[in-house]
């Protein structure tokens, strides 16, 4: 087992991670490893075991099978130096609502231990990073949803932590306010180097933020890998546009190695189109030679690249398939 010290470029290694509540299977044997530095999600529907997975990994749970190592310690001996050593910010923030964003984060760098000056100094540039220190004067039960939340995550950076767990960052958020916060957290932890581990329902958010994603569902991995990646393993869509589509000629396309099906349809404008399905990591060109050389006309050729959201979906349809569940 290729498990660690902490100091093999892994932030986070779990081996058959399984967490039971009763009957119900909350995380099922999850194998994961997060390169430190990397923004990795935690991608999966409500009820996925996102949560779970966090509490297992802060070992705030004890696991009903299996390993995990977070920043090289053992989740079930080493629970207090997990949790002094990386940032945490869950589902409850833990800010106190009475208290203006500076007394709260004063007071969170005293319990961190920061010396005074480098405390002044580490909050003026967080808030100032979080566009918040204009705010900092402001009682936390003034502030809209999207301001705490920023200001949470301010709390999560302040002591440095190698490795930050983010529960559903930006869940309940307006969309401007969570793109800034989407925006403000990926620039501070690129500048500081932090590994983020961070849970999403939020297929978008996932694509747009994380360098690596694992999809979950029902507690049991989907798929994992760059989102790239998870594209890439999967078949392309192509759209061509255009003239003089014969049904031999479209069976001739059918053929070609690259491409997995080939059917004509009319485009919405009434003109003829051929969509093409092709093979994981091809590209269109033999198929656009062929009907140009066989005396079609191309008008215009799209690829429609799935996105996450399309491979997510599909890999929960395939799952359900495979175990011939329903759909809820
Ligand atoms: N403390 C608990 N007691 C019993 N069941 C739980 C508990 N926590 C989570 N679960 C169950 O475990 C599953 C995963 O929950 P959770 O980790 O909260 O999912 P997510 O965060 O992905 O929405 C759900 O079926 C949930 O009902
Ligand atoms: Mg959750």
Not at 46 to 51: D, E, P, Q
Not at 107 to 125: K, V
């Amino acid at each position: 087992m290729p498990v660690t010290s902490g100091g093999n470029g892994f932030a986070i290694q779990t081996r058959d991670l399984s967490r039971d509540f009763g009957s119900v299977r909350a995380v099922q044997d999850l194998t994961l490893d997060v390169p430190a530095g990397t923004i990795y999600g935690f991608l999966g529907p409500n009820g996925a075991g996102k949560t779970t997975t966090i509490r297992l990994l802060l070992g705030l749970l004890e696991p009903s099978g299996g390993e995990a190592w977070v920043l090289g310690h053992e989740v079930r001996t080493g629970s207090q130096e997990i949790r002094e050593q990386a940032g945490v910010l869950l589902e409850s923030d833990g800010l106190y609502t009475r208290l203006t964003a500076l007394q709260n984060l004063d007071y969170f760098g005293r319990i961190a231990r920061l010396s005074e000056p480098d405390r002044s100094r580490r909050i003026q540039d967080l808030l100032t990073a979080m566009d918040l220190w204009d705010r900092r004067e402001g009682r936390v039960s003034d502030f809209s949803k999207g301001m705490r939340q920023k200001l949470a995550l301010v709390r999560a950076f302040l002591s440095r932590p190698k490795l930050l767990f983010l529960d559903e960052p930006t869940s309940g958020l307006d969309t401007p306010s969570a793109v800034a916060l989407r925006r403000q957290l990926v620039a501070l932890a690129r500048d500081e180097g932090v590994t983020v581990f961070l849970t999403t329902h939020n297929l978008l958010e996932a694509e747009k933020v994380c360098d690596r994603v694992a999809v979950i569902r029902k507690g049991a991995l989907l798929a994992e890998g760059s989102p790239q990646e998870i594209h890439g393993g999967r078949s392309s869509r192509v759209a061509i546009d255009g003239e003089r589509f014969s049904a031999e000629l479209v069976g001739r396309v059918e053929r070609l190695p690259m491409v997995e099906s080939a059917v004509v349809e009319p485009a919405t404008d009434g003109s003829p189109r051929i969509l093409v399905d092709l093979k994981p990591g091809t590209d269109a060109r033999a198929v656009v030679r062929l009907l140009v050389e066989s005396g079609a006309e191309v008008a215009s050729v799209e690829t429609a690249r799935e996105s996450l959201e399309d491979i997510f979906l599909k890999l929960v349809e395939e799952e359900e398939a495979d175990t011939g569940e329903e759909s809820p």
